[in-house]
């Protein structure tokens, strides 16, 4: 048999095993898709000495400390330095990342064609990704964190101004998720959001996250992560497969 899986901490949010197990059992593909739920990424050694391994998917909050443990990184995860898709192979274990696919395929219909400029909460991996599609698809994107840094601008500095400024934000940190803080939300002044603004969250358990819910209350458009979870999903599959 075939294996695949989801490397994280915690694992309590994650859809991948349905999603793939329904796809194996449906379509007569014999593998199955587990949870890896491991503390320490020391741990992921073990996860690839499983016999029959072709593929993981990687989340929070390994998508940059699994790095180490890759032969070579492929296309875009090269670029922002973050992974979200394992190939094990007879060319060894390679770093792909799909989270910038599925954002392109989920949202760009819903922010359009007309440059606007973004705001990108958090900086791991999943802001990466974020970051990188909005550039791609001709938009500004601004990251934004507790700390600053030369590229990061701090929730306190979340002005009028800015927010006026800034049409599309994207959540990319986990607050929010189930397992994690459901409930919570980012610290941005969701009093300053209106109906011109594109709330776009890459958390897809809670369907409407505390982040999209303050957000909505605002006539803010809003989306969820579930369709860019499909995405990324399938051309996670393809790699595998390729």
């Known amino acids: 048999m ?55 998917s990687v989340t929070s909050p390994y998508k940059e400390k699994v790095i180490p443990y890759l032969d070579r990184l492929c296309g875009q995860a090269a670029e922002i330095r973050a992974v979200n898709t394992v190939k094990v192979g007879p060319e060894g274990i390679t770093g792909h990342n799909t989270d910038i696919i599925g954002f392109t395929r989920a949202y760009e ?4 064609p007309e440059p606007k400029k973004a ?13 990188f599609a909005l550039r791609n698809l001709g938009h500004e994107a601004q990251l934004v964190s507790r700390h600053k840094t030369e590229d990061t601008i701090t929730y306190d500095e979340l002005t009028p101004e800015v927010m006026e400024e800034h049409k ?21 002044p969701y009093e300053l959001l209106t109906p011109q603004h594109i709330c776009i969250d890459m958390i897809y358990n809670p369907k409407v996250t505390e982040f999209l819910h303050r957000a909505g209350l605002m006539g803010a458009t809003t989306a969820g992560g579930i369709e860019m979870l499909k995405a990324q999903a399938v051309a996670a599959w393809e790699i595998w497969n390729s």
């Open 119 to 131: 705001l990108v909460l958090g900086t791991g991996g999943a802001s990466k990704a974020a970051v």
């Open 109 to 112: 219909d819903i922010i359009g």
């Open 168 to 188: 599309i934000i994207v959540n990319g940190t986990p607050m929010g998720m189930v397992g994690v803080s459901v409930g919570q939300a980012a610290p941005i």
């Open 2 to 56: 075939t294996e695949y899986g989801i490397i994280g901490y915690p694992l309590e949010h994650s859809y991948s095993g349905r999603i793939f197990n329904l796809k194996f059992e449906k379509e007569g593909i014999d593998a199955r898709y587990r949870l890896f739920p491991i503390p320490s990424i020391e741990e992921f050694p073990e996860i690839l000495a499983i016999p029959g391994l072709r593929g993981l």
